[in-house]
């Protein structure tokens, strides 16, 4: 059977489970720092230790947070908030349990937009969103005869945002993913680190033949560390149910483990997740309902998120909607943007600057536009001597570089490094007459019509003047001149 | 008189007249302990500060109090009475004690228990039993008993109990002493460990109701460690001990009076209603429909929470860890399961399991979510009641001490002596246990009185007037 014909007769149905770090300055039950990297067991007290006696008090920034999200992802907030224990025993969690949320998690019924690859939206549905606290970190080759365990993790708030089976291909829960960390980190609860933890995601897959109204047996798929392993993952996984489906066998219920290096997802040791968490209600924390202005003040402090921000960007701006989708992955590079456009009319060529040569100066130094010490309005004078012809775009880039360095404005570094473009006539003519003299062959190709031999020219007199000339002019001069 | 026999409020009015001084008292104590406590074995622990602690006390109340072993003193070995919990120190104060360190309280140790309060005998104790000081083959009633026995026999001025059943007023009556089980929120429960957490309260355990008043003032009031605790301004309970309860409205719950009470228990009780009738309280009789449900209930509540509660004791963090010898599962569930089954006793692994099976995937509905369920109607009854009466008065168990390892083997007697007072748990209101006099082969009887969520003021001042015209909390064991 051919690939596209299976494809036809299969379609694949993919639910995620995003746990994310919430950025509060301090832990969800005790107050301990939210930090990460720190020396280990070093975050802790006796309260996120579990030590007998001690009980957990809610951090309200964390319940703040969590509405902030639920609201963003279009949920129905529950205002009555009421927390539950999930027993399970690992060393990771100290007191034997998980204080979570199981019948009235926080968000529900809600949803998110993801773009498709022909400009349409699909709702993605969010089925519940609930606060937990996080465990701790195992750590299982620094001793030689056990394990260690660290407990700064221990009690980070959480907040674990559950799709419904609405996702059909490896790219769309890829894309959802993008779309979610956008929103999420516009919400900056979040700082949304895979690497460091503080987003995870595990993901639900199953297949069935195309129209069948019931899901078929789904795997379960851990420990992808970044959004391009999530998407290998399912894409594996899709192909591992389709040859087991195909060959007449059944799929089992099972977790696996994507392993990176391998490329593959290999089961877990069914055992390990024969768990009742026999959840019930946490009697440390009394239930207590947030009032409808708590929830409304939330709301009225939301920022605009992403897809309200590209919408707005084009029709304000009137900019195309891929720069705009550029722009707007950084909220921080947006109102960069939107701070430029105060000082300049220009918008696309805004854009260009921002995606094209900012871009490249951040991604070469690994750093985002917070660190710059170069602010809109210096960019903007920038561009402005790059189109006054000042500059030309080469040592406009160059000048860029220098005052991302230096912190420098524009007019410091043309100064200093006597960048600006020599724009006194007579000075490029005898630049011109210099090259035409030292090139008879090239001339004589240009006199017999052949264009593109100017090319050569211009070039040799940007060199003669090292790159402080204008092509354009050059070009015009040497016209003249042959 | 001796020192250690008196009152706090007594000897702080001798303090007050300079006529003895805390160092004095606390060696009045010290020595009663060194005589008496190879016999009684109230205190599993002693703070060997104690002495320098009285000599130095300048707050309020430098009395010398004895602490249940389930509440937390910083760097002090706190066990539950139970070997899982050997050598564990913690690094902080429970609340209350944090509130009796700043009122000048001097902290004697800490007393026996049943195994993490399961029990209402203190005989499931990793130490051996605590005995009565009115007899010494009879248990000292639970699982507070190691606090009522140092009290009864004068090892302490007062003390601190734990209560989530009856485990402070049981063995108070048992011990002849006043016991108050706080309203539900009254009392922070940062530090004490936990047996089942939306049933426990702290209390004081003392000789007569105005230190209950007294110790009720130190140790109550909003915590914001507890989200538990009760945003309620805490009057001064003294002020509620008035000798007058003329026209105070009480109910006799018909319920409380059926086959399984002690006629000479009974009888006590009968002549206590009339004797506060005559001072002009008005007695009915009333109804808690409701109250044949409550041992079952609470013993799925009560044993559901602490199957989650004592999940922390793994071995992992601090406390006893054991292997066995030879390998068994792996490395890690070995170590949980070893150390869980040395370090618990029978008591203990009885009430997890049986937690853990009303918990369980299958049966939580038809057990625990129904024991929630029948715990609202428990306390609906009480509601409906407090609608028309000030208080209830019953008995606080239905039988006098028992003895020593007569209920070892048959654990739903034992959960039956609760009987009484487990529904003022359940129902979350507070309730006392006074003397009321003596059986013939002298031991002595409680009389319980339970009144309206933070309503402590009502128990207070029927108890004492009831105090004021009887003698009992004077009568004196001597040892």
């Known amino acids: 059977m051919s690939q596209t014909t299976t494809e036809k007769k299969y379609e694949t149905v993919i639910g995620l489970e995003v746990h994310l770090q919430l950025n509060t300055a301090t832990k969800i039950f005790c107050g301990c720092a939210n930090v990460f990297g720190r020396d280990p067991n070093s975050q802790t007290c006796p309260v996120c230790l579990g030590l007998p006696g001690t009980l957990p008090v809610l951090n309200k920034k964390a319940l703040e947070h969590a509405i902030k999200v639920a609201l963003a992802l279009n949920c129905k907030v529950n205002p009555y908030i009421k927390f539950d224990r999930k027993n399970y025993f690992y060393p990771d969690i100290p007191k034997g349990y998980q204080i979570s949320q199981f019948d009235l998690p926080i968000a529900s019924d809600g949803y998110l937009m993801i773009p498709l690859a022909d400009g349409a939206f699909k709702r993605i549905g969010i089925k519940r969103a609930h606060l937990e606290e996080d465990a701790g970190k195992l750590i299982h080759d620094a001793h030689a005869t056990g394990s260690l365990v660290d407990y700064n993790r221990t009690g980070t708030p959480l907040i674990e945002i559950v799709t419904d089976p609405d996702l059909r291909s490896a790219q769309e829960a890829f894309d959802y993913l993008h779309i979610l960390k956008l929103t999420l980190q516009y919400l900056n609860v979040s700082d949304c680190d895979m690497e460091k933890g503080s987003l995870r995601c595990d993901a639900n897959i199953s297949i069935r033949e195309m129209g069948a109204p019931n899901l078929g047996t789904k795997a379960e798929v851990k420990n992808m560390n970044s959004f391009r392993a999530v998407k290998l993952a399912l894409e594996f996984e899709e192909n591992r149910h389709r040859t087991i489906v195909e060959s007449g066998e059944r799929i089992i219920q099972e977790t696996r483990l994507w392993n990176e290096e391998k490329a593959m997802t290999f089961a877990m040791r069914s055992k390990e997740e024969a768990h009742d968490y026999r959840y019930f209600p946490e009697p440390d924390l009394v239930p207590f309902t947030v009032d409808q202005s708590v929830i409304d003040h939330v709301r009225q402090s939301l920022p605009e998120l992403p897809q309200q921000k590209l919408k707005r960007l084009t029709d304000q701006y009137k900019i195309s909607e891929y720069d705009a989708a550029v722009i707007i992955q950084d909220p921080d590079i947006a109102n960069f943007f939107e701070e430029c456009t105060k000082h300049y009319a220009e918008t696309k060529k805004i854009c260009n600057w921002i995606n094209g040569a900012l871009f490249q100066e951040l991604n070469a130094r690994k750093m985002t536009i917070k660190d710059l010490k170069i602010t809109p309005q210096d960019l903007t004078t920038l561009i402005k001597k790059v189109e006054e012809g000042v500059l030309n775009n080469l040592t406009g880039k160059d000048t860029l570089k220098f005052m991302i360095d230096s912190g420098k404005s524009t007019e410091e570094i043309i100064q200093e490094k006597g960048l600006a473009q020599e724009s006194d006539d007579s000075v490029l003519e005898k630049i011109v007459d210099e090259i035409i003299a030292a090139n008879d062959k090239v001339v004589a190709q240009v006199k017999e019509g052949k264009d593109s031999a100017i090319g050569f020219l211009v070039g040799q007199a940007m060199r003669k003047c090292q790159g402080k000339g204008n092509p354009k002019k050059f070009g015009e001069i040497i016209r003249r001149r042959i | ?479």
């Open chain 2, 1 to 479: 008189m001796k020192l250690n026999e008196l009152t706090a409020h007594e000897i702080l009015d001798l303090i007050k007249q300079k006529k003895t001084s805390s160092g004095e008292v606390c060696q009045a104590v010290l020595d009663q302990i060194e005589r008496s406590d190879e016999n009684v074995k109230a205190f599993v622990r002693l703070n060997d500060q104690a002495s320098a602690t009285a000599k130095e006390a300048n707050g309020p109340v430098p009395i010398p109090i004895a602490i249940k072993d389930n509440i937390c003193i910083t760097d002090q070995e706190v066990t539950c009475s139970s070997r899982i919990l050997k050598n564990f120190r913690p690094p902080y104060d429970a609340t209350v004690i944090e509130k009796l360190k700043k009122s000048g309280a001097v902290i004697l140790g800490h007393t026996n228990m049943d195994e993490f309060a399961f029990g209402s005998s203190t005989e499931n104790s990793c130490y051996g039993p605590t005995h009565n000081p009115w007899k010494l083959d009879c248990v000292p009633g639970g699982s507070s008993g190691g606090s009522t026995a140092a009290v009864a026999a004068n090892e302490a001025i007062w003390a601190l109990g734990s209560d989530t059943g009856g485990s402070i007023r049981q063995p108070a009556a048992f011990c002849g002493v006043v016991g108050l089980k706080p309203t539900y929120g009254l009392v922070s429960r940062y530090g004490l460990i936990a047996f089942a957490s939306s049933l426990d309260q702290i209390g004081p355990i003392t000789k007569d109701v105005t230190d209950s008043a007294l110790l009720l003032n130190i140790i109550s009031g909003t915590d914001s460690r507890d989200s538990t605790s009760a945003p309620f301004t805490v009057p001064d309970y003294t002020k509620a001990l008035v000798n007058e309860v003329k026209n105070i409205k009480i109910g006799i719950p018909m319920e409380y009076f059926i086959e399984g009470i002690d006629p000479e228990v009974k009888q006590l009780i009968v002549n206590a209603i009339e004797m506060l009738e005559k001072s002009g309280a008005i007695f009915e009789e009333v109804s808690l429909p409701h109250t044949e449900y409550a041992v079952a209930t609470y013993y799925i509540i009560a044993t559901a929470e602490a199957s989650s509660n004592l999940a922390r004791f793994d071995g992992v963090e601090y406390g006893l860890r054991c292997h066995p010898e030879k390998m068994r599962k792996n490395p890690l569930v070995d170590m949980y399961e070893e150390t869980r089954a040395v370090g618990f006793g029978k008591e203990v692994k009885r009430r997890i399991m049986l937690g853990t099976y009303s918990l369980s995937s299958g049966y939580y509905d038809d057990y625990y979510l129904r024991g929630l369920k029948v715990r609202t109607l428990i306390k609906n009854d009480f509601d409906k009641v407090f609608e028309n009466y000030d208080a209830i008065i019953t008995p606080t168990a239905p039988t006098t001490a028992f003895k020593i390892g007569e209920k070892a083997n048959d654990p739903l007697s034992m959960y039956l002596s609760d009987i009484y007072t487990i529904s003022a748990n359940l129902a979350g209101i507070p309730a006392i246990s006074i003397p009321c006099g003596f059986s013939k082969d002298g031991l002595p009887v409680g009389l319980q009185i339970m009144a309206k969520p933070f309503n402590e003021e009502m128990l207070l001042r029927i108890a004492y007037s009831f105090e004021q015209s009887t003698d009992w909390h004077k009568r004196k064991v001597r040892l």
